[in-house]
């Protein structure tokens, strides 16, 4: 059987569902994935190392290392030696599991302002939405169900959609009081295709959509798959939704 043709089976056994849903972590799994550093050690540490559950990482002065597990994410400031393992103390499972839940076509709503994120702007409500103001790679786990996301709820914007190698424009729609708006494009979202996105007074943005799997996910592997695929905004988006109290 082809991948192509095994990757369409295995999606039609899947279609069914509608959420990505935290999956039982075996005893041996990984505490974490490292998905920041900063700092003199930064290189030792780069995104996407996995670390043990028992080990422990020594910092520098300014070192600045952001570890995500199945309880969340928590960052580690150095001078200091410190254990990567978090096996107590609140867990953002049921944020993770909103964040990532696969909304269906019939079931598109307004969205909220959140809190802030690294780049000031409010942090999108679901991993999959696609930020019109933000290039790059973009995951998906189901192209049929792509929803446009705006980083603002105020005044009604159109954006102009179309696929970057040439082909009609589609317009995306934000009505006054909704950050979200179906992706209504005619071309149909497919592994590697790109978009730019366009606005009177603003850069074109172009994205790269890249599918992966309809599984379940462990934060820490969802982390993982997303830094495979280049997209880098979903796994800063999942470290800061998933941040933990500071002690």
């Not at 300014?62 to 103390?89: C, E, H, N, Y």
């Not at 005044?155 to 209504?184: C, H, I, R």
Request: with cysteine.
């Amino acid at each position: 059987m082809s991948s192509d043709k095994r990757h369409r089976t295995n999606r039609a056994a899947l279609r069914g569902m509608t959420a990505i849903v935290l999956m039982a972590l075996p005893a041996t799994a990984m505490a974490g994935i490292v998905v920041a550093s900063s700092g003199p050690s930064a290189k030792s540490y780069p995104p996407g190392t996995k670390l043990p559950d028992d080990a422990e990482i020594t910092l520098k002065a300014s070192d600045s290392v952001t570890i995500l597990d199945k309880r969340g994410t928590r960052v580690l400031r150095g001078a200091g030696t410190f254990p990567v393992g978090s096996s107590t103390g609140p867990s953002r499972t049921t944020t993770f599991v909103a964040l990532t839940t696969q909304r269906s076509a019939s079931r598109v709503r307004t969205g909220a302002v959140r809190g802030s994120g690294p780049d000031g702007k409010p942090l999108r409500p679901n991993l999959w939405y696609v930020d019109v103001t933000s290039p790059g790679p973009v995951c998906v786990v189901d192209p049929a169900e792509v929803r446009a996301w705006r980083p603002s709820n105020e005044g009604n914007e159109s954006y102009s959609v179309k696929p970057a190698d040439g082909g009609s424009a589609t317009t995306l729609a934000f009505q006054t009081g909704s950050m979200v708006a179906p992706w209504e494009v005619a071309t149909p979202v497919a592994d590697g295709a790109s978009y730019v996105i366009s606005r009177r007074g603003q850069p074109d943005v172009k994205v790269t959509f890249e599918l992966m799997p309809e599984i379940d996910y462990a934060p820490e592997d969802l982390a993982e798959a997303l830094l495979a695929k280049g997209c880098e905004s979903q796994v800063s988006l999942l470290a800061s939704s998933l941040a933990l109290p500071t002690d």
